[in-house]
């Protein structure tokens, strides 16, 4: 997405001619709830500034808009590596990397801790079966271990990604090595 994209997507656009609707963003979509933002890191400067804005005061224009709305939504934001890193950088902004950070979860990746892949296997089948309405398919051990010692370079979205294109397409009851594309 585009920085404009990005930022129409998160506040809404008021409508350009009389008589439009207006696009409702998700911070007014999830009132009450929680946004996950993928990326953070990748957020243009004035959408940066605009979501430490939002975030001190609850309050937010829509793209092209006079009218101040208030929404109350938590934001989590997502990225690899640090943001204090990226503050270094001078390709974030400070203020904002203090409200996101308020609370930090660190996740490793697969590589350091492969005794969780087995776990996050049957996570993701299971999800992907419930998504597909159908009974979870098994894995073999043989499966199991492939993707254990593979060199995960996309952490668990890769192995996500590489669960999810298995058992959509899968009709048996036992997913085995030769079922999963690397």
Known sequence: CTGDR???????????????????????????????????????????????????TSQFKRVGGSNTLTS??????????????????GQFNTDLCDALTETTITTYALRESPESIPDLITHFIAAQARADARVPPGATDALVEKLRVHDWKENHRELHQVIRRAVAGFEGDVLDVGDVKL
């Not at 109350?72 to 943001?83: A, F, M, Q, S, T």
């Open 72 to 89: 109350d939504v938590r934001i989590i934001g997502v990225c690899h590596g640090l943001l204090s890193d990226r503050v270094k950088d």
């Open 6 to 56: 990005v930022e129409e997507e998160l506040f809404g656009v008021e409508p350009k001619k009389k008589g439009e609707t207006a696009k409702r963003g998700l911070l007014d979509l999830a009132r009450g709830g929680t946004i996950v933002l993928d990326m953070v890191v990748e957020l243009v400067p004035a959408t940066q500034q605009k979501l430490y804005a939002y975030l001190q």
